[in-house]
C-alpha cells in the first residue's frame, strides 16, 4: 500500500524567521504577539544572525551550534529564548533533526507570545515532520496532540492510522481507522474505499477473521465488487466459531450468489435444512438446484434423486401436522419449537400466521436470541416480505457470522430491488 508524503516546504516555513530581522515571524502568516521590549541584545544577536546565514547555506551544524551559543548567554529576556526556540526549530526542522525541533516547537507552542492559529500550524508541522522522517514513534503522540487542539483533520487522521500501521501497531490502526468509518457512516455518507481497505488489511494482519470479514461487509455494501464478495463468502467459511445453524445459512447464501457449485454441497444444504424440521425448505432448495443443472446430471444422480425423494415425504409429512404442530408449539416455554413450527407455517404458504408464530418464539428468550432473529427475518424473505426482512435483518447483532449473514441477505435483497 502507498503512503502519500507530506511537503517538506510546510515543516521549513512553518519555522523559517524572517529574511534579515530577527521579528519573531513563522510562516507567511503566522506572526508572534509583540511586546514594547521585544528587542534583542547585541549578545543574542550576533549568534542568532550567524545561525541565520549558515542555515542558509545548508550547514545546519554550523548553525546549530550558534544557537546553543545564544542559549548559552546569562541573563536573557522571555523575548530573546523565544527567538532562539525559534531558530532552533528552523534549523533542527530543516536537518531533520525530529527529537531537537520537537523540543523547540514545545517552547514555542506553551509561550503566549504564539497566536492560537499559530500553534495549531506548528503542531501540524511537528507531526508531518516526524512522519516523513519515519519517526512514528513521536509521530503518534504529535499527531494526536494536534487533533486534540485543532479538532479533526482528514489528512492528519489518515497520518496517524498509517503511523501506527507502520509501527505494526495493527490494533491502534485499526481502531483509529474504524473510527473514522463509523463518524462517515454517522454523517450518512459513504466511507472512503481505501480506508475500508485499509480497515481490512488491519485486521488481516492481526489474524482477526471477524474484524476483517465485516470490513468486507462494508466494502460489498458501499462499493458491490466481484471480489468483495468472494472474500466475504472464504472468510465467513474459514471462521471456526461458526455455529452449525448459521453454516446453513451460508449455504444458502453460497448458492445464491453462485459460489455453491459442487453437487455435494447442495445435498449437504438441503440436509440441513431437513435436519433442521424446515424439509418444505429443503424441497424448494433442491427444486432450484435441480432447475440451474447443479443436479441430477452427474454420476450421482441416483443418489440425488433418492434424497430428493426423502425430502418430498417428509416435506408432505410436515404439512400435513401444521397446524398440530403449531398448536403444540404455543403450549411449549422454549423457542425452538415455535420458530420452527411458525417458519413451516411460511413455507406453506401460511405466512401471516407463521410469522407471528415465531414472534411469539422470538418473545420465549431463544438460546442464540441473534441466530433466531435472523431465521425469522429469513422467514419473511422465503414469505415475499422483502421490505420487513430488511428491517428484521438489521436488528440482528453477534459475532461469529450473524450480523455479517444479515448484512449480506439486506445487500443481495436491495440489490435485487434496484
Known amino acids: 500500500m502507498r503512503f502519500p508524503r507530506c511537503s517538506r516546504a510546510l515543516l521549513v516555513a512553518s519555522s523559517l524567521l524572517a529574511a534579515s530581522s530577527f521579528v519573531p515571524v513563522i510562516g507567511s502568516s503566522l506572526v508572534t504577539i509583540a511586546h514594547a521590549e521585544d528587542q534583542l541584545s547585541a549578545k543574542v544577536g550576533k549568534p542568532l544572525q550567524e545561525a541565520q546565514t549558515a542555515l542558509g547555506a545548508k550547514n545546519y551544524a554550523k548553525a546549530m551550534s550558534a544557537v546553543n551559543a545564544a542559549d548559552a548567554i546569562p541573563g536573557k529576556t522571555e523575548y530573546e529564548k523565544y527567538t532562539i526556540a525559534q531558530m532552533r526549530a528552523a534549523v533542527a526542522a530543516s536537518s531533520g533533526d525530529v527529537a531537537a525541533a520537537s523540543k523547540a516547537y514545545d517552547v514555542l507552542i506553551a509561550s503566549p507570545r504564539?497566536?492560537?492559529?499559530?500553534?495549531?500550524?506548528?503542531?501540524?508541522?511537528?507531526?508531518?515532520?516526524?512522519?516523513?522522517?519515519?519517526?512514528?514513534?513521536h509521530a503518534v503522540p504529535a499527531i494526536e496532540r494536534y487533533l486534540k487542539i485543532a479538532g479533526p483533520n482528514a489528512q492528519m487522521q489518515?497520518?496517524?492510522?498509517?503511523?501506527?500501521?507502520?509501527?505494526?501497531?495493527?490494533?491502534?490502526?485499526?481502531?483509529?481507522?474504524?473510527?473514522?468509518?463509523?463518524?462517515?457512516?454517522?454523517?450518512?455518507?459513504?466511507?472512503?474505499?481505501?480506508?475500508?481497505?485499509f480497515l481490512a488489511t488491519c485486521y488481516h494482519q492481526?489474524?482477526?477473521?471477524?474484524?476483517?470479514?465485516?470490513?468486507?461487509?462494508?466494502?460489498?455494501?458501499?462499493?458491490?465488487?466481484?471480489?468483495y464478495w468472494a472474500m466475504l463468502i472464504h472468510n465467513l467459511a474459514a471462521d471456526p466459531q461458526m455455529p452449525d445453524a448459521l453454516q446453513f445459512n451460508l449455504e444458502r447464501l453460497r448458492m445464491t450468489t453462485g459460489v455453491l457449485k459442487d453437487p455435494s454441497d447442495y445435498m449437504d444444504m438441503v440436509e440441513r435444512a431437513v435436519q433442521a424440521g424446515l424439509p418444505q425448505l429443503g424441497l424448494n432448495l433442491i427444486n432450484q438446484a435441480y432447475a440451474s443443472g447443479a443436479l441430477g446430471k452427474d454420476q450421482g444422480a441416483a443418489r440425488e434423486a433418492r434424497l430428493k425423494a426423502m425430502v418430498v415425504k417428509r416435506a408432505a409429512d410436515?404439512?400435513?401436522?401444521?397446524?398440530?404442530?403449531?398448536?403444540?408449539?404455543?403450549?411449549?416455554?422454549?423457542?425452538?419449537?415455535?420458530?420452527?413450527?411458525?417458519?413451516?407455517?411460511?413455507l406453506n404458504g401460511q405466512v401471516d400466521e407463521g410469522l407471528a408464530l415465531m414472534r411469539e418464539?422470538?418473545?420465549?428468550?431463544?438460546?442464540?436470541?441473534?441466530g433466531a432473529k435472523l431465521q425469522y427475518a429469513m422467514a419473511q424473505m422465503d414469505g415475499g416480505r422483502k421490505a420487513e426482512a430488511v428491517k428484521s435483518f438489521a436488528d440482528v447483532h453477534g459475532d461469529h457470522g450473524s450480523q455479517d449473514l444479515a448484512q449480506l441477505w439486506t445487500l443481495l435483497l436491495t440489490k435485487s430491488s434496484k
Not at 123 to 137: P, R
Not at 176 to 185: C, L, P, R, S
Open 361 to 370: 418464539g422470538l418473545a420465549k428468550k431463544p438460546i442464540a436470541p441473534e
Open 318 to 346: 410436515t404439512k400435513a401436522t401444521l397446524a398440530a404442530d403449531a398448536e403444540a408449539a404455543r403450549k411449549m416455554p422454549n423457542a425452538a419449537p415455535s420458530l420452527t413450527a411458525g417458519y413451516n407455517l411460511v
Open 158 to 197: 489518515t497520518l496517524l492510522v498509517q503511523s501506527y500501521y507502520l509501527q505494526q501497531d495493527y490494533k491502534n490502526a485499526a481502531r483509529v481507522q474504524q473510527d473514522q468509518i463509523n463518524d462517515e457512516i454517522k454523517a450518512k455518507r459513504i466511507p472512503p474505499e481505501n480506508q475500508l481497505q
Open 206 to 227: 492481526m489474524k482477526d477473521a471477524a474484524n476483517e470479514t465485516h470490513a468486507y461487509v462494508l466494502l460489498a455494501k458501499y462499493y458491490s465488487k466481484p471480489d
Open 114 to 137: 504564539t497566536p492560537a492559529a499559530a500553534k495549531q500550524q506548528m503542531l501540524m508541522a511537528n507531526a508531518t515532520m516526524a512522519y516523513n522522517a519515519k519517526d512514528y514513534a
